[in-house]
T-cell receptor, first 114, second 115 residues
Framework: KAGVTQTPRYLIKTRGQQVTLSCSPISGHRSVSWYQQTPGQGLQFLFEYFSETQRNKGNFPGRFSGRQFSNSRSEMNVSTLELGDSALYLC?????????????FGPGTRLTVL | AQSVAQPEDQVNVAEGNPLTVKCTYSVSGNPYLFWYVQYPNRGLQFLLKYITGDNLVKGSYGFEAEFNKSQTSFHLKKPSALVSDSALYFCAVRDFNSGNTPLVFGKGTRLSVIA
């Protein structure tokens, strides 16, 4: 079974631009979560989608948005990029997003904002 | 609100010695607890979880963790460390009684196993 895939793996943007990151979950998984990882803040939860609905949202500004498609693939978008948005963005999928289900992570997208 | 603390930023251990990576948690109800490992330039990999039942949970790569409800801890252990165990380790918790709230991660502990 293929794992979680994320594209692109690396991205360089300049301040003010926008970016879209993509995540394909493990086949059969319906829940997709996004995290931002930085050296200073660790892993911070962005949002979770389940069956195309946003189920949870972290404490990030409205510049960060996401969506999930009917095939469970998910995208996240960051508009008006700031230097502080430079981070590793991780996507994770799980079967149904239930409390006891472990998440399976993709390799991440490394975003650098210049 | 749920939270996780990993009190050590860095743990150093000699190869062949036992290792422990500490984790304490706070939830209002009962916890679901997880350990993940991250190797350089990779995503997180699931190691093990505690849901219910035996307090000693065995996971991948010879790791195990002990759930201690009275001390609200879930320390990760391995009897004999390998150089290849060197990585960043994350503890995470979710409150059993809180429905579908997000998984909360600790800050991570960097394990360095020295040959």
């Amino acid at each position: 079974k293929a794992g979680v895939t994320q594209t692109p793996r690396y991205l360089i943007k300049t301040r003010g631009q926008q970016v879209t990151l993509s995540c394909s979950p493990i086949s059969g998984h319906r829940s997709v979560s996004w995290y931002q990882q930085t050296p200073g803040q660790g892993l911070q939860f962005l949002f979770e989608y389940f069956s195309e609905t946003q189920r949870n949202k972290g404490n990030f500004p409205g510049r960060f948005s996401g969506r999930q498609f009917s095939n469970s693939r998910s995208e996240m978008n960051v508009s008006t990029l700031e230097l502080g948005d430079s981070a590793l963005y991780l996507c994770a999928s799980s079967l149904a997003g239930g409390s006891h289900n472990e998440q399976f992570f993709g390799p991440g997208t490394r975003l650098t904002v210049l | 609100a749920q939270s996780v603390a990993q009190p050590e930023d860095q743990v150093n251990v000699a190869e062949g010695n036992p290792l422990t990576v500490k984790c304490t948690y706070s939830v209002s109800g009962n916890p679901y607890l997880f350990w993940y490992v991250q190797y350089p330039n990779r995503g997180l990999q699931f190691l093990l979880k505690y849901i219910t039942g035996d307090n000693l949970v065995k996971g991948s790569y010879g790791f195990e963790a002990e759930f201690n409800k009275s001390q609200t801890s879930f320390h990760l252990k391995k009897p004999s460390a390998l150089v290849s165990d060197s990585a960043l380790y994350f503890c995470a918790v979710r409150d059993f009684n809180s429905g579908n709230t997000p998984l909360v991660f600790g800050k991570g502990t960097r394990l360095s196993v020295i040959a």
